[in-house]
């Protein structure tokens, strides 16, 4: 039974430039969410998908957007990167959206941003 | 608001002593209280949650307990070994039965010496 995986490992982009990170859920989990976690602190919510649609969204500007698939994989994208956007993006998936639902991570993309 | 307070920042203890974490949550919290564990260079694992209808839940050397009235949750280590030394995060479940995010607080590096 497959965890939840993520594509690529690392990442190295310049300011400006555009990346695309990929996440496929655990086997029988429906709902992806995406975190940001700089050096240091804890993850910070960025959004949540489930039904192909974002349902929940924290505070991360326009840049950041996503996408889900039918297959429950997910995207997360980030435009005109930043030096600040440095950091390990996670993705956790779970069986349906809800505050209560367990949330399993995958092993995340480490995103340098120049 | 939204907001989970973690305390402390780090953490030292003998091998084979207790470790105790703290957090506090907001009121707007969905009583859904998980903890990861998250080692160097790795993904954040989720070790043991508890909800709202309980107020204390154990596996094996872990405990969680939760005080609704004052709205703090804390994790207990019993018997510490070197391989409990990593990260430790609380989080709280935010949203509804139909979307959530988790908060998580600033984390706590503990050590166990040998």
């Known amino acids: 039974d497959a965890g939840v995986t993520q594509s690529p490992t690392h990442l190295i982009k310049t300011r400006g430039q555009q990346v695309t990170l990929r996440c496929s859920p655990k086997s029988g989990h429906d709902t992806v969410s995406w975190y940001q976690q700089a050096l240091g602190q804890g993850p910070q919510f960025i959004f949540q998908?489930?039904?192909?649609?974002?349902?929940q969204r924290g505070n991360f500007p326009d840049r950041f957007s996503g996408h889900q698939f039918p297959n429950y994989s997910s995207e997360l994208n980030v435009n005109a990167l930043l030096l600040g956007d440095s950091a390990l993006y996670l993705c956790a998936s779970s069986y349906l959206p809800g505050a209560h639902n367990e949330q399993f991570f995958g092993p995340g993309t480490r995103l340098t941003v120049l | 608001g939204e907001n989970v307070e973690q305390h402390p920042s780090t953490l030292s203890v003998q091998e084979g002593d207790s470790a105790v974490i703290k957090c506090t949550y907001s009121d707007s919290a969905s009583n859904y209280f998980p903890w990861y564990k998250q080692e160097l260079g790795k993904r954040p694992q989720l070790i043991i949650d508890i909800r709202s209808n309980v107020g204390e839940k154990k596996d094996q050397r872990i405990a969680v307990t939760l005080n609704k009235t004052a709205k703090h949750f804390s994790l207990h280590i019993t018997e510490t070994q070197p391989e409990d030394s990593a990260v430790y995060f609380c989080a709280g479940g935010y949203g509804s039965s139909n979307t959530g995010k988790l908060i998580f607080g600033q984390g706590t590096t503990l050590q166990v010496k040998p």
């Open positions: 998908y489930y039904e192909e649609e974002e349902r």
